[in-house]
């Protein structure tokens, strides 16, 4: 059994969408980031940067239980435990994992930065809202060339798609119309298809309010952020 402590945003979704693919046997807990769940000791000791997802296998590599945080981290652990969702020779396996660490050291990070300051921050700063507006452009040119050329990102549906898909849904907050980029709407509507998909996102999904409080905002874009742990 995998104890999944996570919340509705597009990291958690991702490691969702993973279990889903694989029928894996997981119990998923709720950690609240706009009521500070992530601060709490117990989450802290399985996940030291205080962010969500992370996980507690009992059935670890060794037979004894592992915790991991960092989703990119986790999907390839799941990937390497079920034998799935990664190629399996070595040339296909670094396309993947290349298309994993675009997203965890690229995508994610740029979009982030745009859903602040286009929809989040207090102030709209317009330097930054046309900078990473840019930005988001610019990335989803990157990926409109790459499945241009392939299906999935590493030619067959892998961890790669599960990582960068979920950071997708919110395209139109972004200043994205997929329109403008037909090789991303073409694998958008494939991978949103799956049925996998469609259950991993759906995950605790009840749990997220329609809109942050200016409460959710301070917890996690104030001082409590950044106070010494």
């Known amino acids: 059994m995998i104890d999944l402590y996570t919340w509705p945003t597009p990291n958690g979704h991702k490691v969702h969408i993973m279990l889903e693919e694989c029928a894996l046997a997981y119990s998923a807990h709720a950690v609240d980031i706009g009521a ?74 740029m979009l982030g930065q745009a859903h602040h300051f286009r ?33 999935h990102f590493a030619g067959e549906y892998s961890i790669a798609d599960m990582a960068i898909y979920p950071w997708t849904r919110s395209h139109a907050n972004q200043g994205i119309d997929l329109a403008d980029y037909p090789n991303v709407k073409r694998w958008y509507d494939a991978v949103e298809a799956r049925p996998a998909v469609q259950r991993g996102v759906k995950v605790l999904a009840d749990h997220r309010k329609p809109q942050m409080s200016d409460k959710d905002k301070e917890t996690l874009f104030g001082s409590k952020q950044y106070a010494k742990r």
Request: a positive charge; zero cysteines.
């Open 36 to 109: 500070g769940d992530q601060f709490k000791p117990d989450f802290l000791k399985i996940s030291p940067n205080n962010k969500i997802p992370a996980i507690v296998d009992s059935d670890g590599p060794d037979g004894k239980p592992i915790s991991l945080f960092e989703s990119g981290a986790i999907l390839i652990y799941l990937a390497g435990k079920t034998g799935r969702f990664l190629p399996n020779d070595v040339r296909g396996k670094y396309v993947a994992l290349q298309w994993l660490m675009f997203q965890m050291g690229g995508l994610g990070p």
């Open 119 to 151: 929809i989040y921050a207090p102030e709209k700063v317009e330097y930054a809202i046309n900078r990473y507006t840019n930005e988001a452009k610019r990335l989803y040119g990157v990926m409109d060339r790459r499945l241009g050329e392939a299906q």
